[in-house]
């Protein structure tokens, strides 16, 4: 699977959009991006995923360069229940498991 | 749908002790995992079962056992516990290998060794 590099923290306006940023420049072109967030030592929670395309679904956008090499995860308005660490994870769609790294403390601020 | 459910929440072992985590999924998945996760530290996978009779080792499968008791639950068990396998372990499950991308986890259970 290839590795992943996050920015370990970000704050962010309640209010304001979030966007986090994910490295991933090793990236295969069978492999998917997948962005999960756990919230206070809760399991994690999946929030999107993408190949080549922006997508968007009711918790968040993800935007992924045309090379690949990097994508942003978009909270378009972020509340305080949004403070979570946020992995980003690629890996192929046959993949049985998924690699998580450190992630991204998020804190919203109010 | 309960979802994943996890028993026990919290445990506490004394080194050379063994213990069972269970683990069960009313969703009908095929695929379950356990992970753990450390302070400060993203999840590592232990041992995952792709389907009902299957297990194999993840990262980390040293000091622990599994079992696929039928579809609905997946078990990991501490033979002899010791102090680095205190952790919070997550169990996960995922419809099938081919068809979903999403893996739902449980609440997850803390463990210490003492």
């Known amino acids: 699977d290839a590795k992943t590099t996050q920015p370990p923290s970000m704050d962010c306006a309640e209010g304001r959009a979030a966007n986090l940023p994910c490295n991933h420049s090793?990236?295969?072109?069978?492999?998917?991006v997948y962005w999960y967030r756990q919230i206070h030592s809760q399991g994690p929670q999946y929030i999107i995923h993408?190949?080549?395309n922006n997508e968007t679904n009711e918790m968040a956008s993800l935007i992924i360069t045309e090379d690949r090499k990097s994508s942003t995860l978009i909270l378009p308005h972020a509340t305080l229940r949004d403070t979570a660490v946020y992995y980003c994870?690629?890996?192929?769609?046959?993949?049985?498991?998924?690699?998580f790294g450190p992630g991204t403390r998020l804190s919203v601020l109010p | 749908n309960a979802g994943v459910t996890q028993t026990p929440k919290f445990q506490v072992l004394k080194t050379g002790q063994s213990m069972t985590l269970q683990c069960a999924q009313d969703?009908?998945?095929?695929?379950m995992y356990w992970y753990r996760q450390d302070p400060g530290m993203g999840l590592r996978l232990i041992y995952y079962s792709a389907s009902e009779g299957t297990t194999d080792k993840g990262e980390v499968p040293n000091g622990y056992n599994v079992s696929r008791l039928n579809k609905r639950e997946f078990s990991l068990r501490l033979e002899s516990a010791a102090p680095s396998q205190t952790s919070v372990y997550f169990c996960?499950?995922?419809?099938?290998?081919?068809?979903?991308?999403?893996?739902?986890f449980g609440p997850g259970t803390r463990l210490t060794v003492t």
């Open positions: 994870i690629v890996r192929p769609d046959y993949g049985q498991n998924f690699v």
């Open positions: 993408g190949l080549k």
């Open positions: 969703m009908n998945h095929n695929s």
């Open positions: 996960a499950s995922k419809a099938d290998i081919s068809i979903s991308y999403e893996q739902y």
């Open positions: 090793t990236i295969s072109g069978n492999e998917y």
